[in-house]
């Protein structure tokens, strides 16, 4: 119940900006440690080691520091404890700024405002955005609906039915970490390693158990089921992430449009492997139609997460 009034919670409101959001609390413990293990003149073993250490120092206080949370307004009263449970499980979930920042993306697009459209795709890539056209914009936002369907909603609550808030925000922690050390270049090839593959590995299950509830959401909303499961089958392991690979290409086959391709970086090319060549260019009503996809997948998510639950909890 307490997930299910947290979901409808960030579905209605999002993130409120007065409200401190505890991945802004993530992010600032993690630029506090980096800064006192980070030395670059030190060997890969020692920058792997020191990352490793970083990970594990975050995981423990995040942790810990949520259960004691929980556990102290719990004892003031247990409905003071319940509503600190709902309000972490919905700042878990990301599934109305996801949808708000697409709708921001799509609404110039409409409007053939590319300039603003290009300064809200820039909020939520880290690619290049300054010269993107009208399809280069529409794909990053399709690309980014696909991707975070399961890092910002089925996996957080994957793991909010499986431990609760303690659990979702370790996630949250995990997802944070990986999203500020987790690049493949000389800073953080080493140091960032670990945060890295502990993301991949925390989203493995979840990217997993999210493809066949993503292919009914597609069937209910009528999209093309059969390109999905193909792009999926055929092309879901040409993405760099062994987890959004899964997600693009079938959102990409559901769309019929293809995604992937190239893409800037500081300057730099970085060429992508396409999902679903023979699709079309994204155009901006696609980025509409991956958001009605995501929301879909997420309740249909929910929906069978609960019940699953209930039966367990039966049997016990």
Known sequence: MLIFLAFLLDVLIGDPRWLPHPVVLFGKLISF?????????????SQL?????????VLFLVYSSSIGL??????????????L???????????????????????PLRDGNILQARQAVSMVVGRDSAQLDERE??????????????????????????GGAPLALLYKAINTMDSMLGYKNERYLWFGRAAAKLDDAANWLPARLTVPVMLLAAAVLRLQVRAAWTALRRDGKKHPSPN??????????????????????GGKICQRMYLWQEGRPPEANDV??????M??????????????????????
């Not at 080691?49 to 594990?56: A, E």
């Not at 929980?70 to 509503?83: E, M, N, Q, T």
């Not at 509409?288 to 996809?293: E, K, M």
């Open 70 to 83: 929980i556990s102290i307004f719990s004892f003031i009263h247990p409905l003071v404890g319940a509503g």
């Open 137 to 162: 914009v529409s794909r990053a936002a399709v690309e980014t609906v696909a991707e975070n369907t399961v890092d910002g909603v089925t996996a957080p609550l994957f793991y909010a039915l499986l």
């Open 288 to 293: 509409r139609q991956a958001t009605a996809l």
């Open 244 to 265: 959004s690979g899964l997600t693009e290409a079938l959102v990409a086959g559901a769309l019929d449009v293809t995604l992937g391709g190239e893409n800037r970086y």
């Open 49 to 57: 080691l020191k990352g490793g250490l970083l990970v594990m120092v």
């Open 33 to 45: 440690l980096e800064k006192r293990l980070y030395n670059g003149n030190h060997s890969d073993r």
């Open 295 to 316: 929301v879909v997948t997420a309740v249909f998510f929910l929906a069978v997460g609960l019940l699953l639950q209930a039966l367990i909890l039966n049997l016990l």
């Open 85 to 107: 449970t709902v309000m972490l499980l919905a700042a878990a979930l990301a599934t109305r700024s996801l949808q708000q920042a697409a709708e921001d993306i799509y609404l």
